[in-house]
């Protein structure tokens, strides 16, 4: 059953039973008989009625329910009025509280079908009593005053009237109330997926985003922003953002003169302390506007960019190896050829008896520098067109060793020298070609060695991973600046007196087809760290050179 119909039901028989407690009170009280019998009358009616109700209550639709309960009412009501004097009834006011009711739950049509159910009951009563087809109860407290048929007119005429009134008024405010009930559900709703939405979308984009007071205190951050920042969300908000690193004191003045001007503002800073670790972070602070408008601070979105340019330089340095290699390809052979011809006729006037000692000498010069110089193409074309690849597997931890005896064992290695090695597990298979792999360990230790120029220690480790075998080369020689940092793997850049700067950029492109990284950490006169870094599965090695 709907609730406003089980309510009413409820009220009614509240009423009906409260009043008919109190006339049971007076009539013992009072121990008079007064003629309120037809109380009990009404009572008993409407008893039997609620049963009716609650039995159509479980078979019928809300509407029919309330129509029902109501029209039962209106006769219930009339009944009432008769037997109280009709016209002189003090109860005809009761017809009011219905109309009410059916207004305020059937709205305008419950309302005016109510008053016209109420008009017609109270007018046919009216007439009927007037021309005495009905006859005056007999146990009626009220004088009844005589009955005109002018009297009969003007009182159903203001009734009807109020009736009408009442239902219209009623109705239209309770439809009124209903309407603007349902606006403010909706806006309720909205309001809620808005909020939900909104939730959803600061949680779980991948940016840190923080928002500013406008004078630039945090007074949120997302989750991302603590996972960014390595800090939990309590160590940022309310705090100044110039704490946070991104910008210098005196910028931040800057940055809101730009944002007034209604610009965003993109910046990347570099080294900014996180954790122990200084990142580079990118960030764009956007002015933070209220729907009407006004200025309430500022957004901060921000990303560690770190890995991205890292990333970003490894592939530059990749296309410009390329494209140096593939033109300076072409000017070695065009080197070689004339190089072998001016070589071997040296050659032949070399065997010439005509030449006295210091020409030979000159033509010895010539002989082993064009030999020097052919090495050095030779080297490059080799960086440039890597021989063809035998993947196989081989025991990487036992090549690595016997280029450190190799090295050890070189007249470039001396007295103050000492090479350590701490290579486990000492024995590891990987798949790769092995002679490149060599060459990769030569080189860099090599290089080491020469940057050691007055001795010093050359220590070499191990560290297989997962699914990958790292090996780090350090040593205690000159290092490098940034500048030589960043050119090590360019073919050509020496600074070693007998250097060709062709080994670091081999050594890249051979690992680079294995599939594997080499990382550099060097600091100008203390020393150079390189760890290369193999997969150690075929399949990476058979991608790598597809
Ligand atoms: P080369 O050895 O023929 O000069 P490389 O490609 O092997 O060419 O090295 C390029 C340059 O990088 C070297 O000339 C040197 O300046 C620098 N370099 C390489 N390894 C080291 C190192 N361990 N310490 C300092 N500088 C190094
Ligand atoms: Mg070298």
Known sequence: MPSDARMLIAIRVVVVTTLLLAA???????????????????????????????????????????????????????????FTGGLDSPFSFLYLVSIITASMLLYR??????????????GVLGDLMLYGVLPLPEQSWF?????????????????????????????????????????????????AELRALNQNVVESIPSGLITLSPDGVATFINPAGCLLLRREAHAIIGRPIAQLGFYAEGEWDEFRHTLTGGSVIRREKHDVAIG??????GFAVTPLNTIEGAASGYTLIF?????????????????????????????????RNPLAAIAGSVQVLKKSTALNPQEQRLMSIILKESERL????????????????????????????????????????????????EIVPPSYTIVGDSDQIRQVFWNIARNAVQAMPNGGTLRVTTAPAADHYNITFSDNGRGMNDADQRRLFQPFRTNFPTGTGLGMAISYRIVQEHGGRIEVVSHENAGTSITVS??????TMRNAVA
């Open 303 to 335: 990303q560690d960019l770190t890995d991205m340019k890292t990333l970003e330089a490894e592939l530059r340095l990749k296309d410009r190896m390329a494209a140096v290699g593939e033109l300076s390809a072409g000017i070695a052979h065009e080197i």
């Open 534 to 539: 193999l997969p150690s599965s075929a399949a």
């Open 24 to 82: 049971l009170i007076i009539q013992y009280t009072v121990r008079e008989l007064l003629p309120i019998n037809y109380l009990y009358t009404t009572a008993a009616i409407t008893y039997g009625l609620t049963l009716v109700y609650i039995g159509v209550g479980y078979a019928a639709s809300r509407k029919i329910n309330l129509i029902i309960q109501v029209a039962g009412d209106l006769v219930v009501e009339t009944v009432l009025v008769y």
């Open 109 to 122: 049509r419950g309302g005016i079908l109510s008053a016209s159910g109420a008009v017609i009951l109270y």
């Open 276 to 281: 122990d670790e200084l990142r580079t972070i």
């Open 143 to 191: 004088i009844p005053t005589p009955w005109t048929s002018s009297r009969l007119y003007l009182n159903m005429a203001t009734n009807f009237a109020g009736f009408y009134a009442t239902a219209l008024l009623t109705s239209y405010l309770s439809e009124k109330l209903q309407k603007t009930s349902e606006e403010l559900d909706a806006n309720r709703q909205n309001l």
């Open 374 to 421: 052919n090495k050095s193409i030779a080297d490059f074309l080799r960086f440039v067109k890597p021989q063809e690849k035998r993947p196989a597997e081989f025991d990487i931890a036992a090549s690595l060793a016997e280029t450190l005896d190799l090295l050890r064992n070189s007249p470039e290695l001396t007295a103050t020298h000492t090479i350590e090695d």
